[in-house]
């Protein structure tokens, strides 16, 4: 899933995406308004996480102008207030839910879970492929009982694959999904993954749900698993 942060504050910015892509996320960053405005516009966003307090375009109103334009994505206002009045308005320009400056990174997190189980644009419930299944929202795996140990950057290779089972997605869909917007490096690095997911989903099972599509890409299939 991938996650946009408009937010003015570097060392809150850079917090923020390290925590956020160690559980997973791609974490897109954004430092003035406008430009946030601009790519939750441009982009499909799981969530996108917003400051009100932004040069350029303050968060209330990036907030207001992406729901007149019809973007639904699920938004977490931050706010260094902490009054009634500012949580209204938050909420009343669009944004679905709120935390006040200093927050816990844990809730944070955990808000956003909650975001993205509510019915979030690119919220998934538990997800089956013949006995493999994934549940994004707890980033747990397995095949039938058992359970399987991936680590945060494997479940999101194995969630952008899944999420279009049956097709053949390119490597640099996955890139683009996985990795964050400023990733230059090679493309290849998602057939280490993938090997490494043959490793953990398939060979131990006698199994051969991912395929390697020739000059195409990889398929998740159900009926190889």
């Known amino acids: 899933m991938r996650v946009l942060v408009v937010e003015d ?68 206002m931050l706010t260094a207030k902490n009054g009634e009045y500012d949580e209204a308005e938050a909420l009343d320009t669009g944004a679905d839910d709120y935390l006040a400056k200093p927050f816990s990174y844990v809730v944070l997190e955990a808000r956003l879970r909650a975001l993205l189980r509510r019915g979030g644009q690119r919220a998934r419930t538990r997800m089956r492929l013949g006995d ?36 053949v997605v390119p490597k640099l869909d996955v890139v683009d999904e996985v990795w964050d917007a400023s990733y230059d490096g090679d493309t290849n690095i998602v057939e280490v993954y993938v090997s490494t997911l043959r490793r953990k989903i398939d060979a131990p099972f006698q199994r051969r749900a991912i395929e390697t599509v020739r000059g195409g890409g990889y398929r998740l299939v159900a009926d190889g698993g």
């Open 132 to 167: 493999l299944w994934l549940d994004p929202a707890s980033r747990t795996c397995g095949r039938g009982d058992h359970r399987i140990t991936l680590t945060a950057k494997e479940f999101a290779v194995l969630e952008c694959l899944a999420r279009r089972a049956g097709e």
């Open 9 to 76: 504050e570097e060392r809150l910015a850079a917090s923020l995406k390290r925590g956020l892509e160690a559980a997973g996320y791609a974490v897109d960053v954004a430092r003035d308004g406008r430009i946030g405005l601009w790519m939750a516009r441009e982009r499909a966003y799981s969530a996108v996480i917003l400051d009100i307090m932004l040069p350029g375009l303050n968060g209330y109103r990036v907030c207001a102008r992406l729901r007149t334009d019809g973007v639904d994505t699920p938004i977490l």
